[in-house]
T-cell receptor, first 113, second 118 residues
């Protein structure tokens, strides 16, 4: 039973570039959310996708956008990268309505130079 | 708004001993959920245990148990028989109830770095 998988695991970009991160949820899960974790801090919620729509959004600018596909996989896009976007980006999945389960992937570590 | 407080930046424990990691929370809601995650240096957030506010029993998962004291708004994680592989960052988190049910928005504490010594 595959868990949450993310790609790429590491990447380096320069300021102003755009990046796309990918996530496949755990088998049987239909809801995906994205988190940003800066060094030394706890994760911060970016947004959540269910039924291919953004359902909730945290306090992040419009440069952060996403998508969910019919197979429940998801992408996180960040435009016009800033140095402060350097972080570990974590994807989490669950089954809609199940309150006791939220599983994370290993994350994509983004470095912006 | 909800808040999670973890007051122990770092903890040491001897192998095979038990350790308690503290977590207090602040919410005005009656229905809420609390999570504990382990994050090793690899970065993955590993789900450990969940406690719902209406659960009558304290949650347990193998060597992990949650000491849930609702009146004191605390949800401490107890790890029994510590192992070297338990060395990691541990986060307490609460589901954000401002969105009603079925949200994956968790509010995390600042974490506790646990070091297990042989």
């Amino acid at each position: 039973d595959a868990g949450v998988t993310q790609s790429p695991t590491h990447l380096i970009k320069t300021r102003g570039q755009q990046v796309t991160l990918r996530c496949s949820p755990k088998s049987g899960h239909d809801t995906v959310s994205w988190y940003q974790q800066a060094l030394g801090q706890g994760p911060q919620f970016i947004f959540q996708y269910y039924e291919e729509e953004e359902r909730q959004r945290g306090n992040f600018p419009d440069r952060f956008s996403g998508h969910q596909y019919p197979n429940y996989s998801s992408e996180l896009n960040v435009n016009a990268l800033l140095l402060g976007d350097s972080a570990l980006y974590l994807c989490a999945s669950s089954l809609f309505g199940e309150f006791g389960e939220l599983f994370f992937g290993e994350g994509s570590r983004l470095t912006v130079l | 708004a909800q808040k999670i407080t973890q007051t122990q930046p770092g903890m040491f424990v001897q192998e095979k001993e038990a350790v308690t990691l503290d977590c207090t929370y602040d919410t005005s809601d009656q229905s809420y959920g609390l999570f504990w995650y382990k994050q090793p240096s690899s970065g993955e957030m590993i789900f450990l245990i969940y406690q719902g506010s209406y659960d009558e029993q304290n949650a347990t998962e193998g060597r992990y148990s949650l000491n849930f004291q609702k009146a004191r708004k605390s949800a401490n994680l107890v790890i029994s028989a510590s192992q070297l592989g338990d060395s990691a960052m541990y986060f307490c988190a609460m589901r954000d109830t401002d969105y009603g049910g079925a949200t994956n928005k968790l509010i995390f504490g600042t974490g506790t770095l646990l070091a297990v010594q042989p």
